[in-house]
């Protein structure tokens, strides 16, 4: 599995994991009971717009100040932490092939110098690569080959991340893809399915989702759409004539009701009010990139059937959405808890509604845990 960007990865002291979103600064700290995990540290703050959009970090000093203001108030004296890049345009996950013979150096000359380019949306000098070998493989010409996972960012926005931390006088152990984090949460959940079943990840956070179709435990292709929490929540009150806002506590107490669908699979908004219609409206867009999401996976060859949606992210607590993508899509559906997952040992009991949304920021803990 993908460790770290720029050799983050080397032995340090055990940290926190630190999850930055354009809503919230999440912080976790686990420690290690026999074979099962305690929650000692789980904390959150706001973070004002115009700080972090569409995966970046716009306004690194203030960052830095909303970090150092939740670490201090969660009395945590580590200064070390794991943390996690969300997906989207600046980041890319491929699995590709390459030559079982290579060694250790010519594997890592190759997928870094050669075959990284063949597959970035922007130049190899503008990124930060990293690789972890998979399985071996025969291919339909009889050559034995290995598997590589390859994942890579933009280093304008690795260096985003490095230069907030130091901000906040925290090093940073390990930087990766928010979609790792969360895989590592939920890994108990993903053996559930056999190798010959995938299952489709749907992370809703706060400005987007990211679609991460897995299949024993790795990602084979990951999307993210421009679709979260706040254009729901939007629609919501635009709808009700509610005065705009970046909370989405209104979601919190929704549930999506589960309608008849008319021939073309759309729900049947007859004796529907406005709010809801337009909530309605939305997830269906959600519903209609997930399906050209699994579509797309589909045909690109000798691909897994999608056996389950696993819905998780703050956008994942809403009431009934399981049976609304379930029943748009003809797939099961589920929504995960990730205290569940792991069996997490917890000191005061966390809402269901605010589980789903701890996946990340929990596997990033899970790394740290000491």
């Known amino acids: 599995m993908f460790s770290s960007f720029k050799g983050l990865l080397s032995k340090k002291t055990k940290g926190i994991g630190i999850e930055l979103t354009p809503e919230r600064v999440n912080i976790a700290r686990l420690r290690k009971k026999g074979q099962a995990f305690q929650l000692v540290t789980l904390a959150s703050a706001e973070v004002p717009e115009g700080v972090f959009q569409e995966g970046q970090i716009v306004d690194s000093a203030t960052m830095a100040e909303i970090i150092q203001s939740v670490v201090a108030e969660s009395k945590v004296k580590i200064k070390n932490a794991a943390t996690a890049i969300p997906g989207g345009r600046d980041t890319v996950t491929r699995i590709i092939p390459v030559p079982a013979e290579l060694d250790d150096r010519e594997l890592r000359e190759m997928v870094l110098n ?196 696993l819905l998780a992210g703050p956008g994942g607590a809403i009431g009934q959405l399981d049976e609304f993508f379930s029943q748009r899509l003809s797939l099961p559906a589920s929504q995960v808890d990730p205290v569940a997952a792991l069996s997490l040992e917890v000191d005061q009991e966390i809402p269901s509604v605010q589980r789903p949304g701890l996946g990340v920021v929990l596997g990033l803990g899970l790394r740290e845990a000491w």
């Open 114 to 309: 050669q075959e990284a380019g063949l597959y970035l949306p922007f130049p190899r000098e503008e990124a930060d690569v990293d690789y972890q070998k998979l399985g071996f493989f025969v291919d339909e010409d009889g050559i034995e080959k290995v598997q590589v996972l390859l994942v890579a960012t933009r280093k304008e926005v690795t260096d985003s991340y490095i230069s907030t931390f130091q901000q906040a006088g925290i090093t940073i152990n390990a930087l990766e893809i928010s979609s790792f984090s969360l895989i590592r949460t939920i890994r108990e959940q993903l053996r559930q399915f056999t190798p010959q079943e995938a299952a489709a990840i749907v992370d809703i956070e706060f400005e987007s989702t990211e679609i991460s179709i897995v299949v024993d435990g790795v990602p084979q292709f990951s999307r993210t759409v421009p679709i979260g929490t706040f254009q729901i929540q939007s629609a919501l009150s635009r709808a009700m004539n509610l005065p705009p806002s970046r909370s989405t506590e209104l979601l919190q107490g929704m549930t999506v009701p589960v309608m008849p669908m008319d021939s073309v699979g759309m729900p049947k908004m007859g004796g529907t009010n406005p709010g809801t219609a337009a909530m309605l409206r939305v997830l269906g867009e959600l519903a209609d990139e997930l399906r050209r999401s699994i579509d797309f996976y589909l045909n690109q060859g000798d691909n897994l059937e999608v056996a389950q949606l």
